[in-house]
């Protein structure tokens, strides 16, 4: 099992719409959730941290955390063509520790 | 500006060489990280250090050196036996947050 998992997607939203990002992890003992964006041939820049169960939301932005199912989402409202990237997933387990990332959903929004 | 520099941005390597990869940070942050891309792929974490003079491997740290004598630097040496090192490399620093904040990365290719 890996450590975080994504689903690589393409995942396709007409403009306008919501995207749902979903990820899962395997360590019980995380405590901070983290997504990135990486538009292609770029590194990837911190969206969204998370570090308690519930909702955060900033701007179009909202992240999701359920440590009891260890599931994390990110919903993207109003989708915009310029959100087309790769949405990485990463967690650990508080402070210093390292960072695991998933393998990333590609995302398309088609105008 | 505070931020994270990596050099160089483009490597080219012949078979059999060591090369060294630079990545110098002003955000006072105590972690570094470096950090393995391969095309369509997550990151895969290869060292990462919390505190100067002090770093632990990742998943991946075979044929990679590092070293941490200063805080603001991370230096990540591809050595010879790293079987397959073309790969987009990324450096990254935090602070006690957990949140990374990457430089602009470097392409490696082994000729």
């Known amino acids: 099992q890996k450590e975080v998992e994504q689903n690589s997607g393409p995942l396709s939203v007409p403009e306008g719409a919501i995207a749902s990002l979903n990820c899962t992890y395997s360590?019980?003992?995380?405590?901070?959730f983290f997504w990135y964006r990486q538009y292609s041939g770029k590194s990837p820049e911190l969206i969204m941290s998370?570090?308690?169960?519930g909702d955060k939301e900033d701007g179009r932005f909202t992240a999701q955390l359920n440590k009891a199912s260890q599931y994390v989402s990110l919903l993207i409202r109003d989708s915009q063509p310029s959100d087309s990237a790769t949405y990485l997933c990463?967690?650990?387990?508080?402070?210093?520790?390292?960072?695991?990332f998933g393998t990333g959903t590609k995302l398309q929004v088609i105008p | 500006d505070g931020g994270i520099t990596q050099s160089p941005k483009y490597l080219f390597r012949k078979e059999g060489q060591n090369v060294t990869l630079s990545c110098e940070q002003n955000?006072?942050?105590?972690?570094m990280y470096w950090y393995r891309q391969d095309p369509g792929q997550g990151l895969r974490l290869i060292y990462y250090s919390q505190i100067v003079n002090d770093f632990q491997k990742g998943d991946i740290a075979e044929g990679y050196s590092v070293s941490r004598e200063k805080k603001e630097s991370f230096p990540l040496t591809v050595t010879s036996a790293q079987k397959n090192p073309t790969a987009f490399y990324l450096c990254?620093?935090?602070?006690?947050?957990?949140?990374?904040?990457f430089g602009e990365g470097s392409r490696l290719t082994v000729l």
């Open positions: 955000l006072n942050h105590d972690a």
């Open positions: 360590d019980r003992g995380s405590q901070s």
């Open positions: 998370i570090y308690s169960n």
């Open positions: 990463a967690v650990n387990r508080g402070g210093y520790q390292k960072v695991t």
């Open positions: 990254a620093s935090s602070g006690n947050t957990g949140e990374l904040f």
